[in-house]
């Protein structure tokens, strides 16, 4: 079957060809644009903050059920950052690239942002009512993300920040992994990929078992057979055997393991609910990219927001708390007045994280890079995509993805 045939296919996710330097980026280019994947880590984003809005009570009654319906399982958004963030890094990895390198890029994504939000939430304990002041080896072990290893001080200044320990791990961990993953083929991706789903679901049993001596939902070792499976999906994409599902079915089975989250334990159990479907979903997003097939994920609008997703997530929780000192701790307002109290703290959140990436990220970024070289090398020419079953907007052209915990528009 020739490619123009492939492209034509309305169901299912057409495999990626072989020949396609959308899947195999050249030596010398970067990979190809996926915005799909940033506007689905906005989705992500947004999960959680939806979850944590619930735990402050700014809803009562009949709003507290909706909301609980709809975002009690938000915590499940974290689990997909993790599957994406191995997605990114193995699709984006450089040839030949070093681990010092990779991770020098690393520290000049997240290290910034993390660090300031790290001292606002230091000043806020401080200086704020209802703020729990950290001993200085709980906030030198959340500077240096290492708090996620001993349960205790997991939450210590900003709470958000445990995933990024779980990321420093992960990070650690890729070299080598992707050095696996260049000398594995297809068959033993596949199979690195289901023993990643197996060890997910042994990990769920064991905690509702009580086998572990401690809740496991923020062990970074615990967390890593997402990261992997995500690695091993991007892999499979690169080698054009991925023979997943298409978007719409991938969504789907995203959702409905979204909403089973709620039958099973609460903690690390929920994320054997929604695996399957976030390891699916990633990956069908990226081939309707590499495509052009239709995606609402690549909307511009989205697009931009999920290049906001990574500071959003910092800073939303320090938002939340914050208000507590206004609004009282659980206030449990009407519907009218709870989301008006949520907009306004959504608002703030989002605008905080505008300051985030504008003045911190992006400049702490290119100042311990010393600039963005590549950004200043001409762009290498790719062929035009195929052209989709059905037209395409304009924003279907927005910029590459970037790694999984920040924007969309610079190389990792």
């Not at 996710?13 to 970067?30: G, L, N, W, Y």
């Not at 993790?82 to 000049?108: H, M, N, Q």
């Not at 927001?305 to 500071?311: V, Y």
Request: charged fraction near 15%; proline fraction near 9%; hydrophobic fraction near 50%.
């Amino acid at each position: 079957m020739t490619t123009a045939t492939r492209t034509t296919r309305t169901t299912g996710t057409p495999p990626v060809t072989a020949s396609s330097p959308a899947a195999r980026p050249p030596a010398t280019a970067s990979a190809p644009s996926l915005p799909s994947l940033t506007g689905l880590r906005w989705v992500a984003a947004l999960l959680v903050f939806g979850l944590h809005v619930r735990n402050f009570h700014y809803f009562g009654g009949t709003g507290d059920r909706y909301v609980t319906w709809a975002f009690g399982p938000g915590a499940s958004g974290v689990s997909f950052f993790f599957v994406l963030s191995g997605f990114v890094l193995t699709w984006s990895a450089r040839p030949k690239d070093r681990a010092v390198a990779f991770w020098r890029r690393r520290i000049a994504r997240i290290y910034p942002v993390h660090l300031v939000t790290a001292a606002l939430a230091l000043l806020m304990a401080y200086t704020l009512a209802y703020q729990t002041k950290p001993e200085p080896s709980q906030a030198a072990a959340n500077a240096l993300l290492v708090h996620s290893w001993w349960r205790p001080w997991w939450q210590t200044l900003n709470p958000v920040s445990w995933s990024l320990a779980c990321e420093a791990f992960f990070y650690a961990a890729f070299p080598l992994l992707a050095l696996v993953l260049r000398r594995l083929g297809a068959r033993g991706t596949t199979a690195l990929a289901g023993a990643s789903v197996l060890a997910v679901l042994v990990l769920a049993w064991a905690e509702t078992h009580h086998w572990t001596a401690e809740p496991i939902s923020a062990n970074p070792a615990a967390r890593l057979p997402e990261f992997v499976l995500g690695a091993a999906a991007a892999r499979l994409v690169l080698l054009d055997r991925w023979r997943g599902p298409g978007l719409e079915a991938s969504l789907a089975l995203a959702v409905v393991g979204y909403f089973l989250v709620p039958q099973v334990d609460p903690g690390y159990t929920s994320t054997a609910c929604t695996i399957v479907g976030f390891a699916l979903l990633i990956p069908a997003a990226a081939v309707a990219d590499l495509r052009g097939l239709p995606s609402l994920w690549r909307h511009r609008r989205l697009v931009r927001l999920g290049e906001l997703s990574f500071a959003f997530y910092m800073v939303h929780l320090l938002v939340l708390r914050a208000g507590t000192n206004v609004l009282g701790l659980s206030p449990r307002f009407g519907v009218a007045t709870g989301l008006a109290v949520t907009a306004a703290a959504f608002a703030l959140s989002l605008g905080l994280s505008w300051v985030l990436y504008e003045k911190v990220e992006r400049p702490a970024r290119r100042l311990l890079l010393g600039g963005l070289r590549t950004a200043r090398q001409p762009p290498v020419p790719q062929p035009p995509m195929p052209q989709p079953a059905a037209p395409q907007p304009p924003e279907s052209q927005a910029a590459r993805v970037g790694p999984a915990s920040g924007p969309a528009r610079t190389p990792d």
